[in-house]
């Protein structure tokens, strides 16, 4: 750990994910380290946390602390995954802490993001609700392709 990262420099964190459709399901792994996360938006609209974090501290409220990456012990989390549907969210946790702790926020975002919006139309969506500057407001969307998805499902055989 350097000098500057002890006393509450810089910090960063990743969430990297290899996905593939099999099917009509996502398969692949996902790493990260800090508070970014991938999560999974469902047919249904529910979302479920892939990676990441869900704790918060004690006292209930969300820390803004951040740890230095590489971490001194260079400790890096993954896992492997099959889930099926819906689409995949890599995101920083200026959306996805929101998306944690506020039906209000699943709701929104799930109706907004059950299909692939506009490029525009998703970078403002990012934004909701922004009062700061203190959380980085990031997110990578991956939809399948839902002609292929269409397709596959009116021959029965969940493959195009």
């Known amino acids: ?31 990260w380290v800090g508070d970014s996360a991938l999560w999974h938006l469902a047919d249904d ?5 892939v990676s990441g974090s869900s704790a918060r501290d004690e006292s209930g409220y969300h820390s803004s602390g951040v740890r230095p990456m590489p971490t001194g012990d260079a400790s890096w989390t993954w ?3 099959r889930i099926p549907g819906g689409a995949l969210f890599a995101m920083t946790d200026g959306v996805g802490n929101p998306l944690m ?7 929104t975002l799930a109706g907004w993001w059950a299909r692939p919006p506009a ?10 609700a922004k009062k700061t500057h203190m959380d980085d407001r990031t ?21 195009p």
């Open 139 to 159: 997110v990578v969307g991956i939809w399948p392709d839902w002609k292929d998805e269409d397709a596959g499902q009116e021959n029965g055989s969940g493959n």
């Open 119 to 128: 490029p525009f139309t998703f970078a403002a969506q990012i934004g909701f």
């Open 45 to 49: 609209l529910t979302w479920t946390l």
């Open 101 to 107: 702790w506020s039906p209000q926020v699943q709701a």
């Open 1 to 31: 750990m350097t000098e500057a990262a002890g006393r509450g420099g810089m910090a960063t964190t990743a969430v990297a994910a290899t996905v593939r459709r099999e099917g009509g399901v996502w398969a692949g792994e996902a790493a």
């Open 79 to 81: 896992y492997s995954f």
